[in-house]
């Protein structure tokens, strides 16, 4: 089953924003997508839950991964994306996964890798899609490729692999429409990509294309994608006992802790709690210390004890004012505050 989704148009009710369709084959897919297709902000999402015992219930305690999006935006220029794009190609085909590419409608390409369900948890489903950039990132920087991706960031791409996209023949807001492309294509370049994307492409059988992607792929991703769960699995029990033996430590050693930079979850409160009246004053408008400030714009919510500029940004409670005004850690912060209750204890007592 996948999620189906898409924005609604300005007559509709926005609770149309995600609607979810039932589907369980590509012809019911291929149908959806005919009859959608004229719909602008048209997404299918690429993960799916279907209990094995429930069928047609939503579980969101598996993730069915069964496609993987690359996506490459560049602000600047087309061209750029579709260099990536082919590099990116070349690093999975070392791989033995053969990606499509289609252009998605305003300066941007993406691959796609289809194969055949993979259930993977969804706790997991982050970090493996993160494994999985890592290999692929690895290859892009290896050999005599050196290659830093400028259109695709690894820092956002890392948790995004597998996320929504555009769908095939669907019109973008530029006008130009979301076309699949073959290696000619993207070979002739920017202008040629452009001319073709003004209209819907039909000379692809999209259908035939994804079952033959999947068949290619499940030599390798299935596999490959478990694999990488196992890696994740096994990181976290390692984390896990590491964690357990450093508390084991913390409770032999609690001389350590009064010494060392060590400060409580409770002191942490309390600290927190110091209220920000006493270091700028009971107004809710002040004059910002932390830039230099022609008008009051920091705000202060006394209730909560929270605190924002609107002419610098800065914002935060009082542990994070005291860090930017002294120009000190967290720790060092939290300290001072501690300073500054305890010595009015000892005054107001
Ligand atoms: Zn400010």
């Known amino acids: 089953m996948r999620e189906f989704a898409y924005k609604p148009l300005p007559h509709e009710s926005p609770l149309n924003l995600v609607r979810i369709h039932r589907i369980g084959s590509l012809d019911k897919l291929a149908g959806l997508v005919r009859a959608y297709s004229n719909r602008p902000g048209f997404y299918v999402s690429v993960y799916a839950f279907e209990p094995e015992n429930r069928p047609g219930k939503l579980d969101y305690d598996t993730a069915i991964i069964d496609r993987l999006y690359l ?9 750029m994306a ?3 794009t082919c590099m990116t190609k070349d690093v999975l085909q ?14 941007g390409t993406a691959n796609y890798i289809d194969f055949s369900p993979t ?8 970090e493996v899609l993160g494994l999985f950039w890592d290999i692929v990132h690895e290859g892009l920087y290896s050999g005599s490729r050196r290659l830093i991706l400028s259109t695709l960031d690894g820092g956002s791409v890392r948790g995004d692999i597998a996320r929504v996209s555009r769908l095939p023949n669907t019109p973008h807001k530029s006008g130009y429409f979301c076309v699949p492309l073959n290696a000619r294509d993207v070979r002739k370049g920017a202008n040629h990509i452009r001319q073709l994307a003004k209209q819907p492409r039909y000379d692809f059988d999209l259908d035939i294309i994804i079952k033959d992607n999947i068949r290619i792929n499940d030599r390798v991703v299935p596999g490959l994608l478990k694999n990488l769960e196992d890696v994740v699995v096994e990181r976290r029990k ?30 942490i409160q309390m600290a927190k709690s110091y209220p920000i009246s006493r270091i700028l004053g009971n107004k809710k408008l ?11 714009s920091l705000s202060i919510n006394h209730q909560k004890n929270l605190w924002r500029c609107f002419g610098c940004g800065r914002s935060g409670n009082v542990i994070q004012l005291v860090m930017e005004m002294e120009g000190i850690c967290f720790m060092a912060a939290v300290r001072k505050l501690l300073n500054y209750v305890m010595y009015e204890c000892k005054v107001y007592t």
């Open 71 to 79: 996506d490459f935006d560049s602000k600047e220029d087309l061209s």
């Open 82 to 84: 579709l260099y990536e």
């Open 94 to 107: 070392d791989l033995s996964i053969e990606a499509h590419s289609y252009f998605s409608g305003q300066k």
């Open 119 to 126: 259930a993977i948890a969804v706790e997991n489903k982050k």
């Open 238 to 267: 390692e984390e896990g006992e590491e964690r357990e033996s450093r508390a084991v430590q913390m409770r032999r050693a609690p001389a350590a802790e009064k010494n060392g930079r060590f400060v409580s979850k409770e002191e």
């Open 286 to 296: 002040v004059f910002c210390p932390l830039h230099k400030d022609d008008v009051p």
